[in-house]
């Protein structure tokens, strides 16, 4: 397995841009969680779905920012309008009980 | 609401010496525990987990983890550490939410 893919690794973006982050969970988990790691506030969970389904978007900084997960194989994460306060590493990792699986995650920076 | 308290946030140590990382955790339901090792640059990798059963549990690259319900922690050791090591360690908690809160890291920086 190719574990969780996350596309692209790195993004540099103007202040202002739309930014769409995505993310392919291994097959067959029913999880699937967008974290956010910055140095100030450490690592954040932002949303969370469990097939294909939000549970619970409370992480989500503003309007913003939105997910989806039109199927079991693909999320996005999407930035409308970015601001720099946006730069961070953004994580997605899926999950099948309590076996958890972390992306290598896309470093967004904002200028 | 679960949180996780990681009680150093740099650890510097001599190659070859023994290494303990603290981690309470706060919870008042069924908790299970993560360690996760962070390379530079990279993502998250698991090191142990605490899901049940026997409280010492073993993970990868030599590491082990004791879970101590009274003391509500779940602290981290390596009998000796390599320069390989050097890397951030996180500490996290979940229950049946599925859910993972962590902890802010600790670094880990090994001197030869």
């Known amino acids: 397995d190719a574990g969780v893919i996350q596309s692209p690794r790195h993004e540099v973006t103007e202040m202002g841009q739309e930014v769409t982050l995505r993310c392919k969970p291994i097959?067959?988990?029913?999880?699937l969680f967008w974290y956010r790691q910055t140095m100030m506030r450490g690592l954040e969970l932002l949303i969370y779905?469990?097939?294909?389904?939000?549970?619970?978007d409370s992480g989500m900084p503003e309007d913003r920012f939105s997910a989806k997960m039109p199927n079991a194989s693909f999320s996005t994460l999407k930035i409308q309008p970015s601001e720099p306060r946006d730069s961070a590493v953004y994580f997605c990792?899926?999950?099948?009980?309590?076996?958890?699986?972390f992306g290598s995650g896309t470093r967004l920076t904002v200028v | 609401a679960q949180s996780v308290t990681q009680l150093d946030s740099q650890v510097p140590v001599f190659e070859e010496a023994p290494v303990e990382l603290r981690c309470n955790y706060s919870s008042s339901v069924s908790v299970y525990l993560f360690w996760y090792v962070q390379y530079p640059n990279q993502g998250l990798q698991l090191l142990l987990k605490y899901l049940s059963g026997s409280t010492l549990v073993k993970g990868i690259n030599g590491f082990e983890a004791e879970f101590n319900k009274s003391q509500t922690s779940f602290h981290l050791r390596k009998p000796s550490v390599h320069i390989s090591d050097t890397a951030e360690y996180f500490c996290?908690?979940?229950?049946?939410?599925?859910?993972?809160?962590f902890g802010a890291g600790t670094t880990v920086t090994v001197r030869a």
């Open positions: 990792a899926s999950s099948l009980g309590q076996d958890y699986t």
């Open positions: 097959s067959g988990h029913d999880y």
């Open positions: 779905f469990n097939n294909n389904v939000p549970i619970d």
């Open positions: 996290a908690s979940g229950s049946n939410d599925y859910k993972l809160s």
